[in-house]
């Protein structure tokens, strides 16, 4: 099992960039497939972005496809989810999550719910 912790979250105006991080303890992070998923206020957990353990096979919502990055580095059991072109729509907390046992293609169509461990959250927020 691996825990997770998210940074990089802030306020930017629109059209703006951040770069989020996701640093995870433990031996085994480089088994893991990892996604990032956001939920704004009132809204349910959505789904972002996902990598597949070595780094292929992303996953991207349509809501921010051509505008978000997700990459990691397994030396540094770190994935990243760099974002671009931030829109006010983009205003959310974000979550970083693992899942050993899917594919990161299959992370952007199933419950969240079927994903373990979650971080803490990190809260970005787009002004207009």
């Known amino acids: 099992q691996v825990s997770l912790v998210e940074s990089g979250g802030g306020l930017v105006q629109t059209g703006g960039s951040l770069r989020l991080s996701c640093v995870a303890s433990g031996r085994t992070f480089g088994v893991y497939e990892m996604g990032w998923f956001r939920q704004a206020p009132g809204k349910e957990r959505e789904f972002v972005a996902s990598i597949g353990w070595a780094g292929g096979n992303p996953a991207y919502a349509d809501s921010v496809k051509g505008r978000f990055t997700i990459s990691r580095d397994n030396a540094k059991n770190t994935v990243y989810l760099q974002m671009n072109s931030l829109k006010p729509e983009d205003t959310a907390v974000y979550y970083c999550?693992?899942?050993?046992?899917?594919?990161?293609?299959?992370?952007?169509?199933?419950?969240?719910?079927?994903?373990?461990?979650w971080g803490q959250g990190t809260q970005v927020t787009v002004s207009s």
């Open positions: 999550t693992a899942n050993r046992y899917t594919t990161a293609q299959e992370m952007a169509i199933m419950s969240p719910s079927g994903n373990d461990p």
